[in-house]
């Protein structure tokens, strides 16, 4: 079942985020349809977080969407290279995020090879945003699109994760938000091969 406008627009960002585990990624190009199971989140709070991109109320070219109403995609280029696709939550004005990080593939994993350049499946063909994005043809053509549409979207199978079966740690990379880097706010499934590794 697609995951409609309400699970998108709750206000807690970081329950968002762990709900989210367990939930099935999918896009469709040109009736190609790849995907898998979310292993991997961050949460990203508009109002109090100093490594959220509308911290301090933001507002520029690129953060625009994030003050939509939730349920729509964030993605945005980093290191000039890699496309990270978030999902934008909580009401219109409430610029909050999630940074879906890794899945575990499982549908048109042969596409997904091919977009990547791999000949067999390893844990690196989709585990980290950059290549997560790659290996599921996002790009920022999918800037604001709907997830509730037929190019990109959510599914709950009915998958429930028990609370001890999740890590929690802080995000990666944002080194820069101070003591909010050390935030509790990354979510991962326990010893799931399809996490990314912390660099």
């Not at 990203?44 to 729509?72: F, L, P, W």
């Not at 499946?121 to 920022?140: E, Q």
Request: hydrophobic share 40%; with cysteine.
């Amino acid at each position: 079942m697609k995951l409609n406008k309400d699970f998108y627009t709750r206000p807690d960002v970081v329950q968002v985020a762990q709900d989210l585990l367990g939930k099935y990624l999918y896009t469709n190009h040109d009736g190609i349809l790849t995907g898998g199971m979310i292993v991997e989140t961050e949460a990203y709070s508009g109002t109090n977080d100093k490594a959220c991109h509308a911290h301090m109320n933001r507002r520029t070219q690129r953060t625009e969407i994030m003050y939509h109403e939730g349920g729509v995609a964030y993605v945005y280029l980093v290191y000039g290279i890699y496309n990270l696709f978030n999902i934008i939550t909580n009401i219109e004005g409430n610029a909050d995020a999630v940074l879906v990080r890794a899945i575990e593939p499982i549908e048109g994993i042969e596409e997904m090879l091919l977009r990547r350049n791999m000949v067999t499946p390893k844990p690196n063909l989709t585990a980290g945003p950059g290549v997560l994005s790659i290996a599921l043809g996002i790009n920022r053509s999918h800037y604001g699109a709907p997830l509730t549409g037929g190019t990109i979207w959510v599914e709950d199978k009915g998958i429930a994760i028990p609370a001890q079966d999740i890590a929690i740690g802080p995000r990666i990379g944002i080194d820069y938000a101070g003591e909010d880097a050390l935030l509790p706010w990354r979510f991962w499934l326990k010893g799931n091969k399809w996490v990314s590794r912390k660099k």
